[in-house]
């Protein structure tokens, strides 16, 4: 039988094998190893330098330290100038003295030999106290033209006799060129309803010198407290102007 009868008999017709696709080559799968191994590194690095650094430092101070206690051999003395300030001078210029250096030094010197440079710093500032200048000034009392103690603003306190009905004042005169006379008021210390009373009014001249002035205050309420108000009559020097400036009170006085 014939190979086209043997495939009518009910055999599958023969197909043709398809040859295997070629797999690519990945040509970046070693940049993975790679950045982890240079990650690692980064890591790893900063980490273990100081330790390497401690023992070489620890490995050359051993190394000498016999050196270093060998003692030097003695020279003659020669006087030499001195690199550091003596304590006086270093105070006087404001630099630190050899304490402060050999403190500085110990100081650096446990702190692994790294010196940190540090700002000049001021010496020891003195503060001077507020001194004083000058005299002070000195003064005096200006002198009473009545031979009185001169108050500015001008003060006198007038006496007071009450009497039945009426009180007497007295005062001694101010005795200046600006002073024209004086004016009393008997102010009443007895409240009423509604407005009050108007004081009452005694005027009094200016007389010649240093005198004393009488003056008698009548039309009183017998058994009420008054206050008496002194005022002058002054003219200004400099405007012409008169005006009544109040230079005293008196207590509550009971009129009898």
Request: charged share 15%.
């Amino acid at each position: 039988m014939t190979q086209q009868g043997r495939r009518a008999t009910g055999s599958r017709p023969a197909v043709p094998r398809r040859a295997p696709a070629r797999r690519r080559r990945d040509h970046t799968r070693w940049l993975v190893p790679l950045l982890a191994a240079t990650a690692g590194a980064v890591v790893l690095v900063p980490q273990l330098t100081p330790v390497v650094v401690d023992a070489t430092a620890a490995t050359e101070t051993l190394a000498d330290a016999p050196a270093l206690q060998e003692p030097a051999p003695q020279e003659p003395a020669t006087p030499t100038p001195s690199a550091e300030p003596t304590p006086v001078l270093a105070e006087a210029q404001g630099v630190d003295t050899l304490d402060d250096v050999a403190a500085s030094r110990a100081s650096v010197a446990q702190q692994g030999g790294l010196a940190v440079p540090q700002p000049p710093r001021p010496g020891r500032i003195t503060i001077m106290p507020n001194a004083a200048v000058g005299t002070p000034p000195t003064y005096r009392q200006r002198p009473d033209a009545c031979g009185g103690g001169g108050t500015t603003p001008r003060r006198m306190v007038p006496g007071v006799v009450p009497g039945r009905g009426q009180a007497t004042l007295d005062w001694m005169a101010d005795a200046r060129p600006e002073v024209l006379g004086y004016r009393v008021q008997a102010v009443s210390q007895q409240l009423v309803g509604g407005a009050q009373p108007a004081p009452v009014v005694q005027a009094a001249a200016q007389p010649e010198g240093c005198v004393p002035v009488s003056v008698t205050v009548t039309g009183l309420t017998s058994g009420a407290y008054y206050v008496f108000w002194l005022e002058e009559e002054v003219t200004s020097a400099s405007t012409g102007v008169t005006r009544l400036v109040q230079v005293g009170t008196t207590a509550a006085v009971l009129v009898g």
